[in-house]
């Protein structure tokens, strides 16, 4: 696995990536949330180097041959710990996850290796766990 620098915009992205990857596809609804939430801004980070950086994940994560494509979208608590590590910076930890949350919820299409994602991602900086927004889940807006 390639290393980044700590807390640069291209470890914040590969977490990022790991994320994006962890249902098994990477959607236009998921990259037009993560455009509307600021990933530009936050993570200084556009949508061409975060496709970048997608790729370059793929490979790192496809080098053992024998992986299937299920194999490398579920990131391993120990390889998502090792990728956390790489971001010690409490306001960007927590852009990270805000965006996360926010491609996650962005398909309408959460599965349990999302849920799990955010989890371990949490734990691994030790974060409080947030509750799910509903309007999110039933695509309805609180008013």
């Known amino acids: 696995m390639r290393h980044y620098q ?4 291209e470890a914040a992205g590969r ?3 790991a994320c994006l990857l962890t249902d098994g596809h990477l959607s236009l609804t998921e990259l037009e949330a993560l455009d509307r939430c600021g990933m530009e801004k936050r993570l200084l980070l556009n949508r061409h180097r975060l496709l970048s950086i997608v790729q370059t994940l793929y490979e790192d994560l496809t080098r053992s041959g ?3 494509w299920s194999d490398v979208c579920h990131v391993d608590p120990t390889t998502l710990a090792w990728l956390a590590a790489d971001v010690q910076d409490q306001r960007l930890r ?3 996850l805000e965006l996360c949350s926010e491609a ?3 398909d309408r299409g959460h599965c349990d290796r999302e849920a799990e994602f955010l989890r371990l991602l949490r734990d691994a900086w030790q974060l ?3 509750p799910v927004r509903q309007d999110a889940l039933t695509g309805t807006s609180v008013s």
């Not at 700590?6 to 915009?9: G, L, Q, T």
């Open 15 to 17: 977490i990022l990536a």
């Open 66 to 68: 024998y992986l299937s």
């Open 94 to 96: 927590r852009d990270i």
């Open 6 to 9: 700590c807390n640069s915009p």
């Open 128 to 130: 409080p766990a947030r």
């Open 104 to 106: 996650v919820m962005a």
